[in-house]
């Protein structure tokens, strides 16, 4: 799967992230499906380097599973990062 691939899975991983774990995002929906492009990167690199995963095509479920959990991981990394900074 090519950059653009990674880049389309992104912006959905990052939209089922948002729907998964909802509340007020400092960014807003702009940089949710940013963190989800990120997100699918880093679920396919770690799927691919810690788990010897070789990653699918497109539709194949275990490429959008480490998509939705690496966009699950940066979401919630961005949340402690830039919801500490922010006053209540």
């Not at 991983?13 to 492009?37: E, F, S, W, Y």
């Not at 949340?79 to 900074?85: D, E, F, N, S, W």
Request: with cysteine; proline share 3%.
């Amino acid at each position: 799967m090519g950059i653009l691939g990674w880049i389309v899975l992104g912006l959905v991983a990052g939209a089922i992230a948002k729907m998964l774990m909802p509340g007020k995002d400092p960014g807003g929906c702009i940089i949710t499906m940013l963190i989800g492009v990120a997100g699918a990167f880093l679920g396919g690199w770690i799927g691919q380097t810690l788990f010897d995963v070789n990653l699918g095509t497109f539709f194949d479920a275990r490429t959008w599973g480490l998509a939705i959990l690496g966009s699950l991981v940066l979401l919630l990394v961005y949340r402690l990062i830039v919801g500490a900074r922010e006053p209540r």
